[in-house]
C-alpha cells in the first residue's frame, strides 16, 4: 500500500539542481518516499550496509563506479567523504555544459535520518548544489486520506509511523520504544556527544509529559540535576533531529520576542503518548493530558503542511499578561495572517472570539478557526468557524498564499 505524501508535489516541481537531499527522523517514510518518486531504472544504495559504507568512505570514486548515477543514497550521512566527490562531478557537468557538452546532469537523492551529522559536511560541501526537504511521520490529513473512516484516536498511540499502519497488528508500544532505544540513545546520543544517555532520555521524558506547555527549563534542570544551559543545548539537538519544537510567543518587536518564553511541542502524538506511559485509547483521551495531546497534535499538523508544501510560513502562540490567548498564529510573510485555537471535541465545539488585546495587534483579522478532533467544517459565528483536523490543510490553504 503506498500513503500519497504531500511532499511528493513539490518533491516533483523542484527539479533545477542535480542533487536534492531529504532528512527526517528514522521510519518516517523517507526512503519509500524517494524509491516511488525515482524514474525507472535508478538504483537505490543503502549506508545502512556496512561493506557499501565502509567502500563509500574509503574510496568514493570506485563507490560511484560500481553504483553509477542517478542514484538514490539513502543514510548518506553515514559517508560524508561522498559529499566532495559529488561536488566534483556536478562541477565537472556544469563546465561542460558551458562548453557545449551534452554529459548527463549527475543526479544523486540523498536521504539523511542524523541531521547532526549531515549539517558536519553537506551543506558546506553542496552549497548552491542541493535542494533540501523534510519529511515528518504522516499527518492526519494523510492517514485520513489513506484509510476511509479512519478514526482519529488511533494516531494517539500510532502517531504518524508508516510502519504501523502498514502492519496493525505491530504492537506501538514495542515499535516506539524500539524507535527511544535506536534513534534517541543510539543515533542521536552518540553523534552528539552526549555522555549522561539516561538523564538526556529522563529530559525527553519530561519534555514529553510537558508537551503544549510553557518551557521551564529551570524546573527540568532542578528535576535532573544538569543544568540549565545543558538543558537547552539538549534541547536544541532534538530540535535539529526532527523530534521536537519549540513555539515563540509573538511579539511586534522582535527583540522582546526572543527573550519570551516559548512553548515546547514533540513533533509525532504517538511518541509524546508512549513517553507519557499510555497504552490505551480510552484512559489517554479522558485524562488531563487529552488536551495538550490534542494541541501538540494540531501543531505537528501545521508544522507538517508547512515542510511538506514548501512554505514559508512563521507559526506562533499568542499570549498576554492578562491572560487573553491564541493558541497559534500562522502568518504566510505577504500580510496572510490565520488564528487558530485548539479544542478537543467533535459537535460541542462553542464559537470563540477573538479576545480584544488580539484585535488591536492585528485589526484586519476578523476569524478564528477552532480546530476540533472531529466533525466537519462549520460557521459557529460570524468571526468563528469550527475546521476538524482532518481540514486543516484545505483551511490553510485557502487563507494563506
Given at each position: 500500500?503506498?500513503?500519497?505524501r504531500?511532499?511528493?508535489?513539490?518533491?516533483?516541481?523542484n527539479?533545477?539542481?542535480p542533487?536534492?537531499?531529504?532528512t527526517?527522523?528514522?521510519?518516517?517514510?523517507?526512503?519509500?518516499l524517494?524509491?516511488?518518486?525515482?524514474?525507472?531504472?535508478?538504483?537505490?544504495?543503502?549506508?545502512?550496509d556496512?561493506?557499501?559504507?565502509?567502500l563509500a568512505?574509503?574510496?568514493?570514486?570506485?563507490?560511484?563506479?560500481?553504483?553509477?548515477?542517478?542514484?538514490?543514497?539513502?543514510?548518506?550521512?553515514?559517508?560524508p567523504?561522498?559529499?566532495?566527490?559529488?561536488?566534483?562531478?556536478v562541477?565537472?557537468?556544469?563546465?561542460?555544459?558551458?562548453?557545449?557538452?551534452?554529459?548527463?546532469?549527475?543526479?544523486?537523492?540523498?536521504s539523511?535520518?542524523?541531521?547532526?551529522?549531515?549539517?558536519?559536511?553537506?551543506?558546506e560541501?553542496?552549497?548552491?548544489?542541493?535542494?533540501?526537504?523534510?519529511?515528518?511521520?504522516?499527518?492526519?490529513?494523510e492517514?485520513?486520506?489513506?484509510?476511509p473512516g479512519?478514526?482519529?484516536?488511533?494516531v494517539?498511540?500510532?502517531?504518524?509511523?508508516?510502519e504501523?499502519y502498514?502492519?496493525?497488528p505491530?504492537?506501538?508500544?514495542?515499535?516506539?520504544?524500539?524507535?527511544?532505544?535506536?534513534?534517541?540513545?543510539?543515533?542521536?546520543?552518540l553523534?552528539?556527544?552526549?555522555?549522561?544517555v539516561?538523564?538526556?532520555?529522563?529530559?525527553?521524558?519530561?519534555?514529553?509529559a510537558?508537551t503544549?506547555?510553557?518551557l521551564?527549563?529551570?524546573?527540568?534542570?532542578?528535576?535532573?540535576?544538569?543544568a540549565?544551559?545543558?538543558?537547552?543545548e539538549?534541547?536544541?539537538?532534538?530540535?535539529?533531529?526532527?523530534?521536537?519544537?519549540?513555539?515563540?510567543?509573538?511579539h511586534?518587536?522582535?527583540s522582546?520576542?526572543?527573550?519570551?518564553?516559548p512553548k515546547?511541542?514533540?513533533?509525532?502524538?504517538?511518541?509524546?503518548?508512549?513517553?507519557?506511559?499510555?497504552?490505551?485509547?480510552?484512559?489517554?483521551?479522558?485524562?488531563?493530558?487529552?488536551?495538550?495531546?490534542?494541541?501538540?497534535?494540531?501543531?505537528?499538523?501545521?508544522?507538517?503542511?508547512?515542510?511538506?508544501?514548501?512554505?514559508?510560513?512563521?507559526?506562533?502562540?499568542?499570549?498576554?499578561?492578562?491572560?487573553?490567548?491564541?493558541d497559534?498564529?500562522?502568518m504566510?510573510?505577504?500580510?496572510?495572517?490565520?488564528?487558530?485555537?485548539?479544542?478537543m471535541g467533535?459537535?460541542?465545539?462553542e464559537?470563540?472570539?477573538l479576545?480584544?488585546?488580539?484585535?488591536?495587534?492585528?485589526?484586519k483579522?476578523?476569524?478564528?478557526a477552532?480546530i476540533?478532533?472531529?466533525?466537519?467544517?462549520?460557521?459557529?459565528s460570524?468571526?468563528?468557524?469550527?475546521?476538524?483536523?482532518?481540514?486543516?490543510?484545505?483551511?490553510?490553504?485557502?487563507?494563506?498564499?
Open positions: 500500500m503506498w500513503f500519497r504531500d511532499l511528493e508535489a513539490v518533491w516533483k516541481r527539479t533545477s539542481l542533487v536534492r537531499i531529504l527526517g527522523v528514522r521510519q518516517c517514510g523517507k526512503t519509500s524517494l524509491t516511488h518518486l525515482a524514474p525507472r531504472g535508478w538504483r537505490v544504495v543503502n549506508l545502512d556496512f561493506q557499501l559504507r565502509a568512505n574509503r574510496d568514493p570514486a570506485m563507490f560511484f563506479q560500481l553504483n553509477p548515477l542517478p542514484a538514490i543514497i539513502d543514510e548518506i550521512q553515514y559517508a567523504v561522498l559529499f566532495p566527490e559529488i561536488k566534483r562531478r562541477d565537472l557537468w556544469r563546465a561542460s555544459r558551458r562548453g557545449g557538452g551534452r554529459q548527463d546532469m549527475p543526479q544523486v537523492w540523498a539523511g535520518s542524523n541531521q547532526l551529522l549531515l549539517d558536519r559536511s553537506v551543506k560541501s553542496l552549497a548552491g548544489r542541493a535542494s533540501y526537504f523534510t519529511l515528518h511521520t504522516l499527518s492526519a490529513g492517514l485520513v486520506r489513506s484509510f479512519f478514526r482519529l484516536e488511533t494517539f498511540l500510532r502517531g504518524g509511523w508508516p504501523l502498514l502492519d496493525p505491530l504492537d506501538p508500544i514495542g515499535y516506539l520504544n524500539d524507535h527511544v532505544r535506536t534513534y534517541v540513545e543510539k543515533d542521536i546520543v553523534s552528539a556527544g552526549i555522555q549522561k539516561g538523564t538526556f532520555t529522563e529530559v525527553l521524558g519530561l519534555l514529553a510537558r503544549g506547555t510553557l521551564n527549563a529551570s524546573s527540568l534542570s532542578q528535576e535532573c540535576g544538569v540549565v544551559s545543558t538543558i537547552l539538549w534541547i536544541g539537538i532534538l530540535e535539529r533531529t526532527h523530534v521536537l519544537l519549540r513555539l515563540a510567543p509573538w511586534g518587536n522582535l522582546k520576542r526572543l527573550l519570551k518564553t515546547v511541542y514533540l513533533l509525532d502524538v504517538g511518541l509524546a503518548s508512549r513517553l507519557q506511559g499510555w497504552s490505551e485509547p480510552g484512559p489517554l483521551l479522558r485524562s488531563p493530558q487529552a488536551g495538550p495531546l490534542f494541541e501538540t497534535l494540531v501543531f505537528g499538523e501545521i508544522t507538517r503542511l508547512r515542510d511538506h508544501l514548501a512554505k514559508s510560513w512563521q507559526v506562533f502562540f499568542f499570549r498576554t499578561r492578562e491572560g487573553d490567548e491564541v497559534f498564529l500562522v504566510d510573510g505577504t500580510g496572510g495572517i490565520v488564528a487558530l485555537e485548539a479544542k467533535i459537535h460541542s465545539i464559537p470563540v472570539e479576545p480584544r488585546s488580539f484585535r488591536r495587534e492585528f485589526p483579522l476578523e476569524e478564528i477552532v476540533s478532533y472531529g466533525g466537519d467544517e462549520r460557521r459557529l460570524a468571526h468563528c468557524i469550527q475546521v476538524p483536523i482532518a481540514g486543516l490543510a484545505a483551511y490553510l490553504s485557502r487563507r494563506l498564499s
